[in-house]
């Protein structure tokens, strides 16, 4: 066994010097400071689009259980040792709403932690985006409901309904606050609000939100899903600007017919 003439002597030899697996058991065999471990969670913010009634859709979960029984929740749950968090996702938005998601429809969107976010203790989740197909629901065990929520936004507030449930949550783009008659668990008003603002704020040059529209869609169509982010009719984003400023991401793929007049060219985001 190799001596040292000091704790600094040894420390810099076994960093610097030694292979790394002789680091690695010295490592282990240290006195080092105990620092607390939080526990960590996922949340997922899934939207989708229905082309047939133009609506910008929100998938919520009820909560069955403490903390925040019967509050609306964003799909998520806590973090398995074996798990990377996006396995966490994909395993836990489909324990409780029976969607499949792929890997590569999931974007990481922040972390969150507040150390008093969670009342049961210290507890950090990383927020995941994806844009989906309006899938079928099935609630899991520990879900009172899986439902789609209508999201709209009227001026500074985002308004998210169900019709089946008759919830209404409002939410204030300004201030943060939930101020309808329903509210969210935890800091899922937060969560949401900071995907909102992250896809209205990136759309222009970062459209991945048409995903929502799947494989292949119209520049209407497009137009329309813009127009849920800002607030307006889609007859007010000018037809020619938004398509001029669009086609560098996207590849055209065929026609459509319309029924009156030309068929409407198609198109479909170029690959990343």
């Given at each position: 066994m190799?001596?040292?003439?000091?704790?600094?002597?040894e420390k810099?030899?076994?960093?610097?010097?030694?292979?790394?697996?002789?680091?690695?058991?010295?490592y282990k065999?240290?006195?080092?400071p105990?620092?607390d471990?939080?526990?960590?969670?996922?949340?997922?913010?899934?939207?989708?689009?229905?082309?047939?009634s133009?609506?910008?859709?929100?998938l919520?979960?009820?909560?069955?259980?403490?903390?925040?029984?019967?509050?609306?929740?964003l799909p998520?749950?806590?973090?398995?040792r074996?798990?990377?968090?996006e396995?966490?996702?994909?395993?836990?938005?489909?324990?409780?709403?029976?969607?499949?998601?792929?890997?590569?429809?999931?974007a990481q969107?922040?972390?969150?932690?507040?150390?008093?976010?969670?009342?049961?203790?210290?507890?950090?989740?990383?927020?995941y985006?994806?844009?989906?197909?309006?899938?079928?629901?099935?609630?899991?065990?520990?879900?009172?409901?899986?439902?789609w929520?209508?999201l709209?936004?009227?001026?500074?507030?985002?308004?998210?309904?169900?019709?089946d449930?008759?919830?209404?949550?409002i939410?204030?783009?300004?201030?943060?606050?939930t101020?309808?008659?329903d509210?969210?668990?935890f800091?899922?008003?937060k969560?949401?609000?900071?995907a909102?603002?992250?896809?209205?704020?990136?759309?222009?040059?970062?459209?991945?939100v048409?995903?929502?529209?799947?494989?292949?869609?119209?520049?209407?169509?497009?137009?329309?899903?813009?127009?849920?982010?800002?607030?307006i009719?889609?007859?007010?984003?000018?037809?020619s600007n938004f398509?001029?400023a669009?086609?560098e991401?996207?590849?055209?793929?065929?026609?459509?017919?319309?029924?009156?007049?030309r068929p409407?060219?198609i198109?479909?985001?170029?690959?990343?």
């Amino acid at each position: 066994m190799k001596s040292f003439s000091s704790k600094h002597e040894e420390k810099h030899y076994f960093e610097t010097q030694a292979s790394e697996t002789a680091y690695l058991d010295w490592y282990k065999q240290q006195t080092l400071p105990k620092y607390d471990m939080p526990s960590v969670t996922i949340d997922n913010v899934l939207m989708c689009y229905n082309k047939t009634s133009d609506q910008l859709k929100l998938l919520l979960v009820q909560r069955n259980t403490h903390p925040y029984q019967y509050s609306w929740a964003l799909p998520g749950g806590f973090v398995k040792r074996t798990e990377a968090t996006e396995e966490t996702c994909m395993r836990e938005t489909f324990e409780e709403t029976g969607v499949s998601i792929d890997i590569h429809n999931l974007a990481q969107l922040h972390t969150f932690s507040d150390p008093y976010r969670d009342p049961r203790g210290w507890v950090i989740t990383v927020s995941y985006l994806a844009f989906i197909g309006e899938e079928p629901l099935t609630a899991g065990d520990d879900t009172r409901e899986a439902k789609w929520f209508t999201l709209e936004r009227k001026d500074h507030h985002i308004h998210l309904t169900n019709e089946d449930t008759k919830a209404h949550i409002i939410l204030d783009l300004d201030t943060g606050d939930t101020l309808g008659p329903d509210t969210l668990a935890f800091d899922h008003a937060k969560i949401i609000l900071t995907a909102f603002n992250h896809i209205t704020e990136k759309m222009h040059h970062e459209p991945n939100v048409l995903q929502v529209l799947g494989e292949d869609f119209s520049i209407t169509e497009a137009r329309k899903v813009f127009a849920k982010f800002l607030g307006i009719s889609y007859k007010d984003i000018d037809h020619s600007n938004f398509k001029k400023a669009m086609l560098e991401y996207l590849v055209e793929v065929g026609e459509r017919p319309t029924g009156i007049g030309r068929p409407s060219k198609i198109y479909r985001l170029k690959a990343i």
